[in-house]
């Protein structure tokens, strides 16, 4: 079909994606804080948000064709 999370899951400070196979896998927040891991056909990535500097972020995935999923927005006061 498209693009899917398979799991999220945040453990000591960190953020834990799996997914189907993507080309990106992108956390966005408020103003211009970003973060990104890029490749071919990754299927998972963990992101440090211990320090993160938003009330809030979401997950974006994207293929090499363009497709993309996110995520609703994860307030980090929800992780405590």
Request: aromatic share 8%; glycine share 8%.
């Amino acid at each position: 079909t498209g693009l899917d999370f398979q799991v999220l899951r945040f453990d000591d400070g960190k953020l834990h994606i799996s997914c189907s196979p993507c080309s990106s896998i992108m956390m966005s927040g408020a103003g211009h804080m970003a973060q990104a891991v890029n490749g071919q056909s990754l299927t998972d990535a963990v992101f440090d948000i211990s320090n993160l500097k938003s009330d809030w972020f979401r997950i974006t995935i994207q293929d090499q064709a363009g497709q993309k999923a996110w995520t609703n927005p994860i307030w980090t006061a929800d992780l405590a």
